[in-house]
């Protein structure tokens, strides 16, 4: 399976983003999430999402961030609202066959969100 994000970019504080992530395939997949990761920091999840529709977000993005799936499209977005400076890091989409270790991984995207 190969994952392929995109959507990042440059955004002022209180912007909008929309990131995407295309599957090759998603028929053995359970789980899609996304991580992301600042300069100097450890990679955190940001959402995740189950193939039975379950969803997961961390603290700091609840509220502003929504991830989805499209089947037919074979992709995940994650819809990210209010953004605000300390959301910059790379993002990256990750899909586990057996939760919680995650198989594939995207090539990452760069948000940056400016003050």
């Known amino acids: 399976v190969q994952l392929q994000a995109s959507g990042g970019g440059l955004v002022q504080a209180g912007g909008s983003l929309k990131l995407s992530c295309l599957a090759s395939s998603i028929f053995e997949i359970k789980k899609m999430a996304w991580f992301r990761q600042a300069q100097g920091k450890q990679r955190e999840l940001v959402a995740a999402?189950?193939?039975?529709?379950?969803?997961t977000y961390a603290d700091f993005v609840k509220g502003r961030f929504t991830i989805s799936i499209d089947n037919a499209k074979k992709a995940v977005y994650l819809q990210m609202n209010s953004l605000k400076p300390e959301d910059t890091a790379v993002y990256l989409c990750a899909g586990a066959r057996e939760p919680p270790k995650y198989d594939y991984w995207g090539q990452g995207t760069q948000v940056t969100v400016s003050s």
């Open positions: 999402l189950t193939s039975g529709g379950r969803t």
